[in-house]
């Protein structure tokens, strides 16, 4: 996908708003250094509204994320469902600290919203992926639970240790 697809361009009068669609899978993530993730199937929906001095930007993201469970190691598919609010402004303000404030160039028609698709959906997709309890995959929390019983030296990564310098 190139990144010309999520060209936008920014509504003039004040209370116009612009939609806009984009199905995103793979393909949008293949240059992603994100490799623990198998496939991407996310629905994005966009919505620009110009406001007095700013435009407002809501990203409407829900979809799936195929992966791994970190505590099994078995295939994982994540749903992923958020609402991210930027605002779009065309004067520079070095003293803002907002994450959510996006300043644009002046000459900056029509806008890429790649980047900040990638950073919300990012952002959606949880620092520890794993199934419910009962959901991982027994022999694997068997054996887990094996390398954690009794003394903290008797951890999975001692073990690994051990056999390495052999």
């Given at each position: ?33 994100y490799f623990l ?56 303000d070095d003293n ?60 999975l990564s001692d ?8």
């Open positions: 996908m190139g990144s010309s697809n999520f060209e936008v361009n920014l509504p003039s009068l004040f209370g116009k708003k612009m939609l806009a669609n984009f199905e995103l899978d793979s393909k949008f993530f293949e240059f992603s250094e993730i198998d496939s991407y199937l996310i629905n994005c929906t966009v919505e620009i509204e110009k406001k007095n001095a700013f435009w407002q930007l809501d990203l409407a993201l829900s979809g799936s994320v195929k992966t791994y469970c970190d505590r099994c190691g078995d295939p994982l598919v994540l749903s992923l469902h958020g609402l991210e609010t930027y605002f779009l402004k065309k004067e520079i803002s600290q907002s994450h959510n404030i996006i300043y644009l160039n002046h000459t900056a028609e029509p806008v890429n919203l790649e980047g900040v698709i990638k950073e919300a959906i990012f952002f959606l997709i949880p620092r520890t992926k794993k199934h419910k309890t009962n959901e991982c995959n027994p022999e694997a929390i068997e054996k887990l639970e094996f390398y954690q019983k009794g003394n903290s030296k008797n951890t073990h690994l240790k051990r056999k390495l310098k052999k």
